[in-house]
């Protein structure tokens, strides 16, 4: 379980340029639930979640993942609880070791790293295997540097080396964002995938209200820092992208939503 | 160039293939633009001179080189990681600190290792003589350390490196420290500058404060160069691009010198190392190659 509790975030803080990032944010995520999360700019959702990834440290409250309080541990410190896919491929995976090199480093996630040799030819079995799944024809190009492939495919390897080694939750940060839009479909549907076969706790930020509603059994919505709407089960499954739409506005106390600044996608 | 003249060059190719090595470390697989190496190699030297002329066996004298060269490399990387010098300014503040050391390690500018038992000594009892044994030799020194420096590379901690060098945000994500690999990096490149500084002095049988002098463009030159022969893209290659350029830019060097043409004196030595690095990096850089300092995820 994931709990979140009165979590505080303030950019540029004690300064005339000081913005309220998280206002007061209490989220409590159970094992094997898929979140996604909404809202417009300047919502609060990348620092949310980089707050949980260690990138962003709390002004005030508490992150707890799996009954270990990591609230002041650093990305590394809490590679072995959370893995993470990045709206940008390029940040997640690297350019200039090849693809099974890639996979190897992602398989260690957290975990010591010594000598020993990083590719076993059961390593390599095993990359191929789950490549293969992928359907995109990469298990025979396990030594092309990953430099060579396209945005897709690179973000497709890099949700494959998010779910290679074991986690407590996995953070994916609008990364079909980067995408065109039949890639983009692609690499959604392998998520819904990977967590459904593996039973993973995720929590998806996205910019997609369709998405939202498509993907996961949960959706938050959050608006200048605060949750606003919290919806699951049946009075979910109801929704539709209108109704968020409406839902969003009346959380904004009767502001006119800007469509432009929520692709409804 | 006469036979005794294209042995030299080819012996001391090899020899400053071992410190292109490490350079290739730093500034490639780090991408940590590092001129220590001048520093760490002359420390190499006069570690190994000092402690030889002291009496110690050769061996043990080289391995202390080695880990001074090492600790050198750690300074370095600390102030570029810890207190966030820039790297090349870090580089240059320790090789500057090294000139003042290495005078005190010595006691003197320079060291004469005359009549001592070295490293290669041994060399006297053989049948051959030693112009034609040390390249053999140094050959097979520079490409064992060329597979040791693969091995690592491709080796968890080595992916760890090498993803350091390209793209620190996902080494951290990977639960990779990037400050400690950096300074493991650092370590064990400037180690193998420092191990190469110890194997010239005992080949050169004398150490001098000032034979470090340059060692950072020469070793550049090794690796450009090498990279335009192999390909550069890979570790092997990478790696054995770092022995054959070191190898061809001193022939390179050596014919130059030796022309009657060009009429060029062993003094100009350091132009036309110089021009040498231009041109190479001018060459790489329109095939669209290769930059000297990567550009990307930083």
Redesign the interface.
Known sequence: MISVAGARVLFNKGTALETVALQHVDLTVDSGQFITVIGSNGAGKSTLLNAL?GEVRLDAGTILIADVDPTRA???GR??LVA?V?QDP????????TIE?NL???A????R???????SRHARALFRERLAALGLGLDSRLHD?MGLLSGGQRQAIGLLMATLAPMRLLLLDEHTAALDPKTGAFVLDLTRRLVAEQKLTAIMVTHSMRDALACGDRTVMLDGGRVVYDVSGAARSRLDVPDLLRLFGEARGGQVVDEDRLLLG | MNLFSLLGAIEVGFLFGIAALGVYLSFRVLNFPDITVDGSFTLGGAVAATLIVAGVDPVTATVAAALAGAAAGVVTAALAVYLRILHLFAGILTMIALYSINLRIMGAPNLSLLGRITLFSFTDHLPWPSYQVMPVLFLILAVLFKLLVDRLLVSNLGLALRATGANPRMVAAQGGDTRYLTLFGMAVSNGLVGLAGALWTQDQGNADVTMGVGLVVVGLAAVILGEGLTGGRGIARGTLGCLLGSLVYRLVVAMALDSDVLGLKSQDLNLVTAVLVVVAMVVAERRGRLTLFRSGAR
């Open positions: 990834a650093t990305p590394r590679a072995g993470r990045f390029r940040v997640g995976t690297c350019e200039d070791l090199e190897a480093l992602a260690r996630r957290g975990r790293r010594g000598l020993e040799r990083a590719l540097r």
